[in-house]
Structures are given as structure tokens and as C-alpha cells.
């Protein structure tokens, strides 16, 4: 299940300059396009964790490895971070100021050859192909 989660991950960045493409086409310009990039951030922010606890609650659920043990509690989130399988909530966090500055792109967070690195050697990805 973390393969097939991590593989999702990977594809999703080669989707996100698409979709800011798309936003800054659609965005408007000057005071108005910062305006609507304050108000989406004001609403995203809070909720973007509440979705990924309860989607990783929901994954654990269904992984029939992890039966039985207790999902998301803060210590096993803090070992996968020291692992580098899990951004810190601090990491997670500096996004936000980082994602409201004039000057942003998705293009600067992550790292796309990570990402396809990563799937040429994910179990997840050769199962698939």
C-alpha cells in the first residue's frame, strides 16, 4: 500500500505544473489573482491535514500488513519522518508562506527526478508494468 501510495505521489507532481498553468491563466491579474491566492490558501491550509490523516487512516485500514496495529498515532509518524518517508508537519508548514509569494511555482517544490527515480524502482510501479 505505501508503494502504490508513493507511486501515486510521484505522478501527481508531473500534474501539478498543469494545473498552476491552469490557475494562472484562469487567475486574473495584479490585486485580484493575490486576493484569490490568499482566500484558497486561507481554506486549503487547515483542511490539506485533516484530508491526508483520514486518507492515511483510511489506507492503514485496508493494508492487511498493518491489521491490527494502531494508524497514525504521533510516535510511528515521527519515526517515518526521521526515515524520509513523511515531511515533518514543520516542512509541511513552511509551504504555506512559501505557496503565497509572488514568485511561486510548484516546479520549486520537490523534486521531479526524485520522483521518477523513485518509480523506476518502486515495487509498486514494476508490479503495475
Do not use: I, N
Not at 505521489?9 to 498543469?18: D, K, L, P, S, T
Not at 526521521?82 to 509569494?101: D, H, I, M, N, T
Not at 511555482?105 to 509498486?124: I, W
Amino acid at each position: 500500500m505505501l508503494g502504490l501510495l508513493r507511486r501515486h505521489g510521484a505522478e501527481e507532481g508531473e500534474h501539478r505544473a498543469v494545473a498552476f498553468g491552469m490557475y494562472q491563466h484562469c487567475g486574473g491579474t495584479g490585486a485580484s489573482r493575490c486576493a484569490r491566492r490568499a482566500a484558497g490558501t486561507a481554506v486549503t491550509a487547515p483542511v490539506m491535514p485533516y484530508l491526508w490523516v483520514r486518507g492515511a487512516a483510511c489506507s492503514m485500514r485496508h493494508d492487511p500488513e498493518s491489521a491490527g496495529r494502531p494508524c497514525c498515532s504521533r510516535k510511528e509518524h515521527e519515526k517515518t519522518v526521521r526515515k524520509g518517508l513523511l515531511p515533518s508537519w514543520r516542512e509541511l508548514g513552511a509551504v504555506v508562506p512559501r505557496c503565497l509569494r509572488r514568485p511561486c511555482h510548484p516546479s520549486h517544490e520537490g523534486s521531479s527526478s526524485r520522483a521518477v527515480e523513485y518509480l523506476k524502482r518502486s515495487p509498486a510501479a514494476k508490479a503495475a508494468s
